[in-house]
T-cell receptor, first 113, second 114 residues
Framework: ETGVTQSPTHLIKTRGQQVTLRCSSQ?????VSWYQQALGQGPQFIFQ???????GRGNFPPRFSGLQFPNYSSELNVNALELDDSALYLC????????????FGPGTRLTVT | SQKIEQNSEALNIQEGKTATLTCNYT??????LQWYRQDPGRGPVFLLL?????KEKRKERLKVTFDTTLKQSLFHITASQPADSATYLC?????????????FGKGTHLIIQP
């Protein structure tokens, strides 16, 4: 088990609603990334936060937004939920600099109905 | 566009044999490549990292090779055990602090039969 925790474990929302997912990074890790993993697919990079600023983003629309706090914990917010947003959302933390390995949390399973 | 291909079918291997998983990529020049293991309902777990200027890396029963000319990585598990059964993900990364994130393949489902 990594030291990355995520909450909640599961979530069911209705199309059009908004959701906030939370992540606590592993101790000593100041860089946090979020990934979306649809069933049967590999994780897809949403964005990365370093020093409370978004410093990298994948091919996701602006309704996917995030925050990083001074203690390096992070939030992922998704507005105007669509059915295709149903997926496992993974948070990963790592040390900054270099191609260091990512430490993933257990994920939050989001179902949009 | 960038594309990563891993064995699309499940790979069935007899216990004790060597399992070899393939990762091919196109339209990409990665600075490094990583392999992760993922169990059902869990987050991926890091296994090995290999840089573009490295040919081979080993860790216990695991070995990964990286051929930037063929645009291919091979991942080997020797003396395989039923506990090695899982989905294995190949992930590519650029230089520059990782701000582009990792690009993952769909994964290969490995089944080690006793």
């Amino acid at each position: 088990e990594t030291g990355v925790t995520q909450s909640p474990t599961h979530l069911i929302k209705t199309r059009g609603q908004q959701v906030t997912l939370r992540c606590s990074s592993q101790s000593g890790h100041n860089t946090v990334s979020w990934y979306q993993q649809a069933l049967g697919q590999g994780p897809q990079f949403i964005f990365q936060y370093y020093r409370e600023e978004e410093n990298g983003r994948g091919n996701f629309p602006p309704r996917f937004s995030g925050l990083q706090f001074p203690n390096y914990s992070s939030e992922l917010n998704v507005n105007a939920l669509e059915l295709d947003d149903s997926a496992l959302y993974l948070c990963a933390s790592r040390r900054t600099g270099g191609p260091y390995e990512q430490y993933f949390g257990p994920g939050t399973r989001l179902t949009v109905t | 566009s960038q594309k990563i291909e891993q064995n699309s079918e499940a790979l069935n291997i007899q216990e004790g044999k060597t399992a070899t998983l393939t990762c091919n990529y196109t339209n990409y020049s990665p600075a490094y490549l990583q392999w992760y293991r993922q169990d059902p309902g869990r987050g991926p777990v890091f296994l090995l990292l290999i840089r573009e200027n490295e040919k081979e890396k080993r860790k216990e029963r695991l070995k990964v090779t990286f051929d930037t000319t063929l645009k291919q990585s091979l991942f080997h598990i020797t003396a395989s055990q039923p506990a090695d059964s899982a989905t294995y993900l190949c992930a590519l990364g650029n230089s520059g602090g990782g701000a582009d994130g990792l690009t993952f393949g769909k994964g290969t489902h490995l089944i080690i039969q006793p």
